[in-house]
Every structure is written in structure tokens, then in C-alpha cells.
């Protein structure tokens, strides 16, 4: 390995091993050679595009997508020979950040290029995670893509579970439990069941069937009785936390689907060497 490495360093050119650690998925450092290799060659457009190309799809493999936006900024000021290449890198920098009105904007100026095709994808998508699913429907019905634009209409389309966060602590001031089952939370359904039954119970016993009359007896049920008091407001705020947690996760779950639909497409840039 060290052999290898001491040739790449000395007998070929710095875009060569560079090159490598792209291709060796040495993503971060090989980002930082193609940086300064384009700011060296800036003289020459053709291999300081190409460079900075790089750089910015390496910087999206290693999640950092803010940095690769300043690049692809930077080669759209500076290199307009591939202006609508730094552009499309760009808007997939904007669409890893969560820029989706930024995305929108950025595919509009690459209508009728050949990068029509992969913005209107993101388009589609950064429509879907902003809400407007009606929107997306249209831009993706008017992609041919081997199949992928319908399944993402399918599940776009198709009703996100939900879970009411007034339904479920309702059911859980009526019966301890019954809002955490209704969010699934069975485990937590029965814990705060059986904790209202013990301490109902008891409270229950102290004041109506024991023959005991003293003043400690009254304690004991009023402390049982305060404290499945408290048990059972602790139980509604758990019920309307367990819907809050629901909705979350299927919010998650569904935005995991997309992203994997998302993947599917082919949207990865071809970036040739000059």
C-alpha cells in the first residue's frame, strides 16, 4: 500500500492521485487535492472545471453539502465554459441542505439543457418534502423514468398514517393506557394501566372496605389516592406524547421511502476528464 501510494505521489500527475482517492473512496482527502489542484489550474478552465467538479460531488459524498455549494458557486462565476454543470451541482448541494425553494429556482434556469431531465427529478422531489404534493404529481407524471416516477406518485399519493394527539390523550383520561395502545405503545399501555389499577385499588380499599377507621388509615388512602392522582395525569401528558412520537416516526419513515425512491433515479453527473 505505501509502495502504491509513493508512486501515485512521485511518477504521476497530483489530478492522478487525486483521482484515486476518489476512485478508492478516500472521499474527504480527495476533495482536498482536487481544491487545490483547481486553484492551481485556473489558468487552464478546462482541468480547473474539472477539479472543482470533483471536489463538489466529493464534498456530497462526505455530507458536507454547504461546502460544495461554495465550488460549485464559485466555478458558476469563473468558469462559464460548464456553467449549467456547476449549476446542476449546485442545486443538488441546495437540495442535500434542504433548499427546496432554492431548487426550484436553480431548475427553472436549467430548462432546455441537458440537464433538464435530473433538476426536474429534484424539482419533483423538493416539492414533495415542502408540501406541496399535487405539484409533484404533475412534474412527475411528465417523467419517463423506467417506473420510479409512478411508484413515487404511488406513495405520495397514498395516505400518511396519523395519530391524534387530542384522541389519544382522551382515551387515556377515560382508561390509563388506552392512548399508548392506540399509538402502539402496548409496553407503556400496560405500565400505566397497571399502575392505575394498584394505586386506585388501594385508594379504593383504604376508604371504602377497610374496617379500619383511624386517622392513619385516612393518610394512607389519601396518599394512594394522591398519588395515582398524579399517575394518572402522568399517563394522559405519556398518551400525548406517544401520538407526537407517532406522527414523528411516520413522518421520518416516509421521508426514508422518498429518499431511497430518489436514489433509484439516475442523477449522479458524468464528469469526464479534458
Not at 193 to 204: E, H, I, N, P, T
Request: glycine share 6%.
Amino acid at each position: 500500500m505505501i509502495n502504491l501510494l509513493a508512486v501515485l505521489l512521485f511518477t504521476q500527475a497530483p489530478i492522478d492521485f487525486a483521482d484515486y482517492l476518489y476512485s478508492a473512496g478516500d472521499y474527504r482527502r480527495a476533495a482536498l487535492e482536487y481544491e487545490r489542484i483547481a486553484f492551481l489550474e485556473l489558468t487552464d478552465s478546462a482541468w480547473a472545471s474539472y477539479a472543482l467538479l470533483r471536489a463538489g460531488e466529493a464534498l456530497l459524498k462526505t455530507d458536507e453539502p454547504e461546502r460544495a455549494a461554495n465550488l460549485y458557486s464559485f466555478g458558476i462565476d469563473n468558469l462559464s465554459d460548464d456553467r449549467e454543470r456547476f449549476t446542476y451541482g449546485l442545486l443538488r448541494a441546495e437540495f442535500a441542505q434542504d433548499h427546496f425553494d432554492r431548487v426550484n429556482e436553480l431548475a427553472s434556469s436549467l430548462e432546455g439543457t441537458d440537464f433538464t431531465y435530473p433538476s426536474e427529478v429534484y424539482r419533483s422531489f423538493s416539492l414533495v418534502f415542502s408540501g406541496d404534493t399535487a405539484s409533484a404529481t404533475r412534474c412527475l407524471s411528465l417523467l419517463d423514468a423506467n417506473g420510479f416516477a409512478d411508484s413515487t406518485i404511488a406513495l405520495i399519493n397514498t395516505p400518511s398514517t396519523h395519530r391524534s394527539l387530542l384522541l389519544s390523550a382522551g382515551f387515556s383520561t377515560v382508561l390509563p393506557g388506552a392512548g399508548q395502545a392506540y399509538c402502539g405503545r402496548w409496553g407503556d399501555a400496560w405500565q400505566s394501566f397497571s399502575m392505575a389499577v394498584v394505586f386506585g385499588g388501594a385508594a379504593a380499599y383504604y376508604f371504602f372496605f377497610s374496617n379500619d377507621t383511624t386517622t392513619a388509615n385516612t393518610i394512607k388512602g389519601t396518599v394512594t389516592a394522591s398519588l395515582g392522582g398524579l399517575f394518572w395525569l402522568a399517563n394522559i401528558y405519556g398518551a400525548a406524547n406517544s401520538a407526537l412520537d407517532y406522527n414523528d416516526y411516520a413522518k421520518r419513515k416516509r421521508q426514508e421511502q422518498l429518499r431511497n425512491l430518489l436514489n433509484r433515479f439516475d442523477l449522479e453527473p458524468e464528469i469526464k476528464r479534458p
